[in-house]
């Protein structure tokens, strides 16, 4: 079970890499298209590669030579290919079930296809940022019975002024901060680090130290927890918007 576990997780950002001769070509194809307002696109790193698309950090070079941070979201040349592949194997298993599950496929695959069109991905960022203007207003003045916070320490991903997304291509700024995983990541590691912390300073120091200790390390536990808290009512409130808007 373990090891299914970790090969669903692989599947979400560490499969293998579109090819860089790819990549260079779909960033060429926007800096030909940018008018003469990029310079050069640079790679960074490779944030992760997925079944469908590749995320890499990059920096844009303008033409009077600032740079701005980006992530530039490439679909796989194949990924439609092989979408229309499959097709034709779960069509035959739905003919065989019958029961309507051949029209439930189609339905099913129609929305897969949209999912490869990152027009349409980049329409919904648009009416995202929408949701999170909104909801960074009070809630009573727009006749809102209960309030569910702001957005105040989350940020949001936004399309980079001057480029089109494509079909195959999308470039968003980097957005601040970091993501939901590696944020619970980090505050399980500080909350070891601070027990371990007060384990040693007790050992060191001596037993009748260990209240002043113990008292030092739950106010820091206090604040970790706040701060997860705080996040935490961030997200409901995303969620709320999300399935409300």
């Known amino acids: ?35 003469g307002e990029i310079r050069s696109i640079r790679v960074d790193k490779a944030l992760g590669a997925a079944s469908v698309a590749q995320a890499l ?22 990924a439609i290919m092989r979408a229309q592949r499959e097709k034709l194997v779960f069509e035959q298993a739905a003919r065989e079930v019958g029961n309507g599950m051949v029209a439930t496929f189609q339905g099913q695959f129609d929305s897969i296809m949209e999912e490869l069109d990152l027009r349409k991905e980049a329409e919904n960022v648009r009416l ?5 203007d909104y909801s960074k207003k009070d809630y009573t003045d727009e006749k809102v019975a209960q309030s569910y916070g702001t957005f ?22 980097q957005a601040q901060g970091s993501t939901l995983e590696n944020y619970l990541k980090d505050i399980g590691a500080e909350g070891r680090r601070i027990a371990q912390e007060a384990k040693a300073q007790i050992q060191e120091r001596g037993s009748e130290n260990a209240p002043m200790i113990a008292m030092d390390a739950s106010d820091q536990l206090t604040r970790l927890y706040d701060d997860a808290k705080t996040k935490y ?5 995303l969620a709320y918007m999300w399935t409300n808007e």
């Not at 990549?23 to 926007?30: E, F, G, K, P, V």
């Not at 105040?152 to 700024?173: F, Q």
């Not at 009512?233 to 409130?237: G, Q």
């Open 1 to 35: 079970q373990l090891d299914f576990q970790l090969a669903l997780s692989d599947m979400k950002d560490k499969l293998a890499p579109i090819a860089q001769p790819v990549i260079q070509a779909y960033l060429h194809d926007i800096v030909a298209k940018s008018n």
């Open 57 to 78: 950090k990059c920096t844009i070079i303008k033409s009077d030579g600032t740079e701005v941070n980006c992530v530039v979201k490439i679909l796989r040349p194949d």
């Open 128 to 132: 995202g940022n929408q949701v999170y």
């Open 152 to 173: 105040a320490n989350v940020h949001s991903m936004k399309l980079v002024d001057g480029i089109e997304p494509s079909m195959s291509v999308m470039v968003l700024e």
């Open 233 to 237: 009512e961030a997200l409901v409130n």
